[in-house]
């Protein structure tokens, strides 16, 4: 019951390319993860109150 991360905290200063892209994949995997996860979280919630 978790709540969902919130986003990747970007550095006060000038970031790498490779660097930017790299916290961008890791904010696109936790909204991912976390919207699978508020998916099972309903369908079980539902399924349990049947």
Do not use: N, W
């Not at 200063?13 to 936790?30: C, G, N, T, W």
């Amino acid at each position: 019951m978790a709540e969902c991360k919130g986003v990747v905290s970007i550095p006060h200063r000038f970031v790498p390319y490779d660097e930017l892209v790299r916290l961008h994949a890791i904010d696109r995997q936790s909204l991912g993860d976390c919207k699978r996860r508020d998916h099972a979280k309903a369908l079980t919630i539902k399924a349990l109150t049947k």
